[in-house]
């Protein structure tokens, strides 16, 4: 089954970069299939991929391109029982809710969970059971981070099962310098 996703890959530091790379690489079993990023449209299936794409060029055309600062790593969980360690903008998560808002208007607003709470992050890992990612959380969170990054385009890619592959890429509306 393929499904489409709107991804932000952030633009970060390579020294931050680089450390999120090795935490997710030691704790995501995802870290292989994508980069590190914040998902703003979650699996859809019943829109044409055009019609998707077309969708989230508009979308990207009207939004600016903003900076964020992230400091926490929380944990979450999802319905399937396994729990995450997640990378939590601390400034610039209003830039997150408002695109993930725009996103899920129009074209795509039938498909909006509103029963789950959009909380923008970066996955850092995944474990079995939200206590086991609650302990994770308390290990990251002794050797803190404080990530500044910016999110300067949207991505469409397809997942289908085994791969992660990028459609199309568009610009936010003004680029940060």
């Known amino acids: 089954m393929t499904l489409l996703y709107t991804l932000a890959f952030p633009r970060l530091a390579a020294a931050d970069r680089n450390r999120i790379d090795r935490v997710r690489a030691e704790n995501d079993p995802d870290a292989r299939l994508v980069a590190p990023h914040f998902t703003l449209v979650f699996g859809c299936r019943d829109v044409s991929a055009e019609a998707f794409e077309a969708h989230v060029a508009g979308i990207a055309a009207a939004t600016p391109a903003f900076a964020f600062q992230a400091r926490r790593i929380e944990p979450g969980s999802d319905d399937r029982g396994n729990g995450y360690a997640f990378l939590v903008p601390d400034d610039g998560g209003d830039g997150f809710l408002t695109l993930h808002g725009r996103l899920y208007s129009g074209l795509l607003a039938p498909f909006r969970r509103h029963d789950i709470p959009f909380v ?58």
């Open 120 to 177: 923008p992050h970066i996955t850092l890992g995944r474990r079995d059971s939200l206590e086991t990612a609650v302990a994770l959380c308390d290990t990251l969170n002794k050797d803190p981070l404080d990530v500044a990054g910016s999110i300067e385009a949207l991505a469409v890619v397809v997942h289908d099962g085994d791969r992660v592959t990028e459609r199309a890429c568009f610009d936010l509306a003004a680029q940060m310098g």
